[in-house]
T-cell receptor, first 118, second 118 residues
Framework: NAGVTQTPKFQVLKTGQSMTLQCAQDMNHNSMYWYRQDPGMGLRLIYYSASEGTTDKGEVPNGYNVSRLNKREFSLRLESAAPSQTSVYFC?????????????????FGDGTRLSIL | AQSVAQPEDQVNVAEGNPLTVKCTYSVSGNPYLFWYVQYPNRGLQFLLKYITGDNLVKGSYGFEAEFNKSQTSFHLKKPSALVSDSALYFCAVIPLINYGGSQGNLIFGKGTKLSVKP
């Protein structure tokens, strides 16, 4: 069972470079999420996609863009990387959230992308 | 502001002893509550959740959690700790007031490192 797959696992960038983090899930989930994890700060939501074709900002969206390419894939792009974006990035997916009592679905996480920006 | 607090950065327990990892929350309305565990260099794994009903919920690997509405707490417990339980534990909530609009977005605590010694 692959679950949620993130690529790459590690990346080093120079300030100002751009890159795209890839995420794919094979569980037929509707909702997908991007988080960043920094020491002592837990996980913070960057962007999410409630369903294919929709995306919305989370708590810390500045400096990032996302694309929900199809139901399986949700990518995160750094247009001009900054040292403050050095972090571990996690993608997650869940069954359909929202109204009707389905907002209690647990999220399934990938193993993360460790990104360093020099 | 809605938040989740995990007051202990680290909890140390001897193998075979009971363990408790504390969590309190401050959110509007009645939240959905979750515990996740993170092993080194891995993504978060779902342990258990409280939605409604019995205040004591049971989850994976022998863990359980007790919901206390008056104290706004959701402490994680296990009767007998194992060395393999050593990991980073996150409490998270989905505020019910906005789960329809926020599509099930989780608010995470900062995490508690559990160390179980032989």
């Amino acid at each position: 069972n692959a679950g949620v797959t993130q690529t790459p696992k590690f990346q080093v960038l120079k300030t100002g470079q751009s890159m795209t983090l890839q995420c794919a899930q094979d569980m037929n989930h509707n909702s997908m999420y991007w988080y960043r994890q920094d020491p002592g700060m837990g996980l913070r939501l960057i962007y999410y996609s409630a369903s294919e074709g929709t995306t919305d900002k989370g708590e810390v969206p500045n400096g990032y863009n996302v694309s929900r390419l199809n139901k399986r894939e949700f990518s995160l792009r750094l247009e001009s990387a900054a040292p403050s974006q050095t972090s571990v990035y996690f993608c997650a997916s869940a069954r359909k959230q929202g109204t009707g009592g389905s907002g209690n679905q647990p999220q399934h996480f990938g193993d993360g992308t460790r990104l360093s920006i020099l | 502001a809605q938040s989740v607090a995990q007051p202990e950065d680290q909890v140390n327990v001897a193998e075979g002893n009971p363990l408790t990892v504390k969590c309190t929350y401050s959110v509007s309305g009645n939240p959905y509550l979750f515990w996740y565990v993170q092993y080194p260099n891995r993504g978060l794994q779902f342990l258990l959740k409280y939605i409604t009903g019995d205040n004591l919920v049971k989850g994976s690997y022998g863990f359980e959690a007790e919901f206390n509405k008056s104290q706004t707490s959701f402490h994680l417990k296990k009767p007998s700790a194992l060395v393999s339980d050593s990991a980073l534990y996150f409490c998270a909530v989905i505020p019910l007031i906005n789960y329809g609009g926020s599509q099930g977005n989780l608010i995470f605590g900062k995490g508690t490192k559990l160390s179980v010694k032989p």
